[in-house]
């Protein structure tokens, strides 16, 4: 949203003022603009990286994947270490279904491999909350 001026040659908004011999100018307000967060990418959207990744393929509205990776954001780190196997026998069936282990290889490697993956989506996802240590400075 763009400054919108007054009388007296400044934004009604944020109140950034211009020379009066010169036309208004095009200016984002920055009294307008609704400051967005950046999301932080959860569990589940590090594991879909690492799986699209591995083998090339995105979720599609039939298979579901989209709900898992919500539902593992919502769990957050702590939450998908309780639900581990859940989300193994999820990858395992996943994998199956795709033919994931012909793409991937040996590095999809059955349950084992699995639950790494998993374990580095999680590790992804704590290291990229985690507060930066100031004071090694």
């Not at 609704?34 to 393929?57: A, F």
């Not at 979720?59 to 990776?69: F, L, S, Y």
Request: hydrophobic share 35%; aromatic share 8%; glycine share 10%.
């Amino acid at each position: 949203m763009e400054c919108v001026p007054n009388q007296q040659n400044q934004c009604y908004y944020c109140g950034w003022t211009w020379r009066s011999d010169v036309p208004f100018p095009h200016r984002i307000c920055p009294a307008r603009v609704s400051p967005r967060t950046p999301r932080i990418p959860g569990v589940g959207d590090y594991l879909h990286r690492i799986l699209k990744r591995l083998t090339g393929e995105a979720p599609t509205a039939k298979c579901g994947c989209e709900n898992r990776i919500a539902r593992m954001n919502a769990w957050g780190p702590g939450g998908c270490r309780e639900h581990l196997e859940e989300i193994v026998d999820w990858l395992m069936a996943e994998a199956d279904k795709h033919g994931w282990r012909a793409k991937a290889g040996r590095r999809l490697g059955g349950r084992f491999g699995c639950r790494q993956l998993v374990r580095l989506a999680i590790w992804l996802a704590e290291r990229a909350t985690a507060e930066p240590d100031l004071s090694a400075s």
